[in-house]
């Protein structure tokens, strides 16, 4: 089982960019599908985008389309989230996630979470 750690929140202005990382331990993360979600405050958690351990991108939520991109380097036990055109509903605590069990947008059945870091848009 993977153990995941996030970095890479922070502030930014609307239209600005930050780069998301989760960095994973344990021995199974090039084998290990992964996703990020998010919750903002006073919302449910929600499903953003979804990587195969082989490099195969789900779609993306529908607000994010254009604007995110995820990818992950297995040599690094990393999987980034390139997020760009930031907008003040982007505000979120960002949680990487492992393993999903049942659907891609299900939370529910991911077997490992990160503790989460906050992306703060400002207008």
């Known amino acids: 089982q993977v153990q995941l750690v996030e970095s890479g929140g922070g502030l930014v202005q609307a239209g600005g960019s930050l780069r998301l990382s989760c960095t994973a331990s344990?021995?199974?993360?090039?084998?290990?599908?992964m996703a990020w979600f998010r919750q903002a405050p006073g919302k449910e958690r929600e499903f953003v985008v979804g990587?195969?351990?082989?490099?195969?991108?789900?779609n993306y939520q529908d607000s994010v389309k254009g604007r995110f991109t995820i990818s992950r380097d297995n040599a690094k036990n990393t999987v980034y989230l390139q997020m760009d055109s930031l907008k003040p509903e982007d505000t979120a605590v960002y949680y990487c996630?492992?393993?999903?069990?049942?659907?891609?947008?299900?939370?529910?059945?991911?077997?490992?979470w990160g503790q989460g870091t906050q992306v703060t848009v400002s207008s």
């Open positions: 990587i195969t351990w082989s490099g195969g991108i789900t």
């Open positions: 996630a492992a393993e999903p069990r049942t659907t891609w947008t299900d939370g529910s059945g991911y077997s490992t």
């Open positions: 344990g021995r199974t993360f090039s084998r290990t599908h």
